[in-house]
Nanobody
Framework: QVQLVESGGGLVQAGGSLRLSCAAS????????MGWFRQAPGKEREFVAT????????YYADSVKGRFTISRDNAKRTVYLQMNSVKPEDTDVYYC???????????????????WGQGTQVTVSS
C-alpha cells in the first residue's frame, strides 16, 4: 500500500511561482509512475503532468506546458511540481497520484492510478 501526502500549496499572485511536493511511503517508490492532477469544485479531476520511474520521461497537459515542471527524487521518495508563471485559472486543489507500471510508461488518465493523496489547495490571485 502506498500513502501520498502533498504539501506546498497556498496563495500566490498571478505570475508568481509555487512548488508542490508529494511524499510517498510504502511500496517501491522508484518503480511507481507518478502524476499530478487538479480539480475545481463541481468539475472533473483533470490531468496536469506525469513522470516515469527514472524521471527521464514526462508529459504535460497543454494548459501547463512550458510553465509547470514535474520532477522526482527517488532517494527522497518525493515528486515535485514546479509551477511558474501561474494564472488565476490554475486555482484548484492539486492531487498527487501513483501507480505501478512499466519503467518507460507514463499515465495521463485518472483511471490509470491506484493511489491518491488528499490534495493541496492552490489559489492564484489576479
Amino acid at each position: 500500500q502506498v500513502q501520498l501526502v502533498e504539501s506546498g500549496g497556498g496563495l500566490v499572485q498571478a505570475g508568481g511561482s509555487l512548488r508542490l511536493s508529494c511524499a510517498a511511503s510504502g511500496g517501491t517508490f522508484s518503480s511507481l509512475i507518478m502524476g499530478w492532477f487538479r480539480q475545481a469544485p463541481g468539475k472533473e479531476r483533470e490531468f496536469v503532468a506525469t513522470i516515469n520511474w527514472s524521471g527521464g520521461r514526462t508529459y504535460y497537459a497543454d494548459s501547463v506546458k512550458g510553465r509547470f515542471t514535474i520532477s522526482r527524487d527517488n532517494a527522497k521518495r518525493t515528486v515535485y511540481l514546479q509551477m511558474n508563471s501561474v494564472k488565476p485559472e490554475d486555482t484548484d486543489v492539486y492531487y498527487c497520484a501513483a501507480s505501478p507500471g512499466r519503467a518507460t510508461s507514463i499515465y495521463a488518465r485518472t483511471n490509470d492510478y491506484n493511489y491518491w493523496g488528499q490534495g493541496t489547495q492552490v489559489t492564484v490571485s489576479s
